[in-house]
């Protein structure tokens, strides 16, 4: 009869084993990671086809990095990097996007805590795959504007902005504080119809937001009567 192992032969045998292994790394907590995600609904949308600063997040895993449909604003660095948004390359850009691909645009330092980063990985795998419901981006859907918001009529003269809704109010702006925008989106205003988008808490600052950049210059008369 062959002899047993020593106990520390098997101590041995054990910790080599240990020492040549692939690391293991924890399954993250999509759950817990879907509050962390709301973090990147500043810029993104989980939407698809919703883009926003960044391209919409929807279907991002197994996606090649700067090839989501419809979003024409990647960084030449992200385009020429050929990655694919696996969780080996989708954990390196949270930690650091700057390091993984150097030149990009994202504006965003990254995540330091491994925990946190695996469990929004772990949530965007699961949305991705449809397997939990995803959070919609909360911007306002245009369209069902109500009168007191759909603009009918933009007056210029001198250094302000007079803008008057569907409710016949009249609201006055210093010109620099009125911005005009624009939303092409399922969600934006409906062609021809702007809608005002109060954003200071003063009531002093709005967005005037249109369908397509054409309609701005000629919406705006300049009359001072």
Request: proline share 7%; net charge positive; with cysteine.
């Amino acid at each position: 009869m062959s002899p047993q192992p020593s106990r520390l032969a098997t101590l041995v045998a054990l910790a080599a084993l240990l020492a040549f292994a692939a690391p293991v790394r924890a399954a993250g907590d999509a759950e817990r990671g879907a509050r962390v995600a709301r973090l990147c609904m500043a810029c993104h949308s989980f939407e698809p086809g919703r883009h926003m600063t960044g391209p919409s997040l929807a279907g991002v895993w197994g996606r090649k990095a700067g090839t989501a449909e419809g979003f024409a604003r990647y960084s030449e660095a992200l385009q020429r990097s050929g990655l694919v948004w696996d969780e080996q390359h989708l954990d390196a850009w949270l930690k650091d996007p700057a390091a993984l691909v150097p030149g990009n645009e994202m504006s965003f330092p990254g995540i330091d805590d491994a925990r946190t980063r695996a469990n929004l990985l772990a949530y965007l795998e699961a949305a991705s795959s449809g397997g939990v419901p995803v959070p919609k981006n909360g911007l306002p859907n245009l369209k069902q504007a109500d009168a007191a918001s759909r603009v009918t009529a933009i007056r210029y003269c001198g250094d302000g902005y007079r803008v008057t809704t569907a409710d016949r109010k009249t609201h006055k702006f210093w010109e620099f504080n009125l911005r005009f925008k624009t939303d092409g989106s399922a969600d934006g205003p409906a062609a021809g119809k702007p809608v005002i988008v109060h954003t200071g808490m003063q009531g002093d600052r709005a967005a005037v937001v249109f369908s397509r950049p054409d309609e701005i210059s000629p919406f705006i008369r300049r009359e001072c009567a």
